[in-house]
């Protein structure tokens, strides 16, 4: 039987598990029914519309007028370059908003995407293929690189381009798929509470947990014009700490993660109570905790991995931060 409610029941758990490169799983829950659906969807939107990455919006190629031009020495037309060129994706250095990038190359040679990394621009996708230039051939070419947001079409790029150069379609999300299920979850006798499970897969210019905080961050700004003008009272429901999608994972007690009696005394006896503790330390300060043997150093070894959090994983600054205020409390 349903109790009588004044307000929405507030999810507390979340769980965030990388599932491959440049692929993680966030799980949420439990959310009251029809709510997870509710946040998924914009979320699902905002992740695939609004994600900042770096795409070519301009080419220049020496001795070439059109798109549908050729270029001598050149096995791919200039049409079948500027597509192979699109799916490359590039990552700008210094912050930049947008740079211009010159290239020559001379065949023999196959050109791919590692070979247009340079001091001004990253490749992420090294092996994809450009084009490929005979012996005694000359491709010399200009491409100018941008931030921006979703897809923008040639057309709308052409008069924001120096003259001489061919407009690109740009594909400026780095996110390349999100989807999202829901579940049902058991909550104090109630099975009607509901569970999300986003998987989103970038393409490496940015983490996908990075892509799917800025998701968030997005919402939360489209979201607060009605505040501005309503002046709506937002509850505090935590301190600021625990607003960090892996900080309540990371927060278990290490007496949830059903180590042997023996590694655990090790650990326990050592000071550390939490699962983030364990994963701050270094391989050399872990074989270090007095009286842990190679048995136990094999078993924190095995579960750390299993929880996507393997010895000697760089962890992001800004949650190192948070770890390290929390557990000094």
Known sequence: ???IKTSPHVPTKIEVKEVGINKIEITAYPFEAGYAITLAHPLR???LGSSVGFAPIALRIEGVAHEFDSVRGVVEDVSHLIVNLKTIRFRVKEEL???SVDYKFTGPKIITGEDLANDLVDVVTPNIHLATINEDAVLSFSIIVRKGIGYVPSEDIRNVIP???MPLDAYFTPVTNVTYETENVLVEDDPNYEKVVFNIQTDGQIEPLT?????LSVMHKQMAI?????DIEVPEINNGEED???IKMLSQSIDNLNFSARCFNCLDRSGIKYLGELVLLSEDQIKNIKNL???SLDEITAKLEELGYPIGKAIAEDLTALLKKKFSN
């Open 226 to 230: 009605f505040n501005s003008e309503l």
């Open 45 to 47: 939107r905002l992740l």
């Open 97 to 99: 908003e947008s740079v």
């Open 244 to 246: 960090h999608p892996e």
């Open 211 to 215: 892509a799917f905080k800025n998701a």
């Open 1 to 3: 039987m349903k109790s």
């Open 163 to 165: 003259e001489g150069y």
């Open 293 to 295: 043997g190679k048995k």
